[in-house]
């Protein structure tokens, strides 16, 4: 079983910054892809960055350019840099892995919050 622990979330002003962190806990897994959610209060969830093994980085379109998406040489944990935050980024962050056999795994969830 694939534990994932998320760490870096709280509550920063309009303009500042935060990093969110998810590390896979149980041990050295190949994985497949990395990246990141998020959900708003009455909202789905949805596509924050995407980091596939040896593919291109994706981004939501609202935050190209505000936020950055990496990952350590082992793959074995993955960033999330987020400057220039809005209100609008306010919401749960989500790390997700999809280890090499496919399967998907998510973390707890860090609450996101920016005020005006």
């Known amino acids: 079983q694939v534990r994932l622990e998320e760490s870096g979330g709280g509550l920063v002003q309009a303009g500042g910054s935060l990093r969110l962190s998810c590390a896979i806990s149980?041990?050295?897994?190949?994985?497949?892809?990395m990246g990141w959610y998020r959900q708003a209060p009455g909202k789905e969830r949805e596509l924050v960055a995407s980091?596939?093994?040896?593919?291109?980085?994706d981004y939501l379109d609202s935050v190209k350019g505000r936020f950055t998406i990496s990952t350590n040489k082992a793959r074995n944990a993955v960033y999330l840099q987020m400057n220039s935050l809005k209100p609008e980024d306010t919401g749960v962050y989500y790390c997700?892995?999809?280890?090499?056999?496919?399967?998907?795994?998510w973390g707890q969830g860090t609450q996101v919050t920016v005020s005006s």
């Open positions: 149980t041990g050295r897994i190949a994985t497949r892809l």
């Open positions: 980091f596939p093994l040896g593919g291109s980085i």
């Open positions: 997700h892995v999809r280890v090499w056999t496919g399967d998907p795994y």
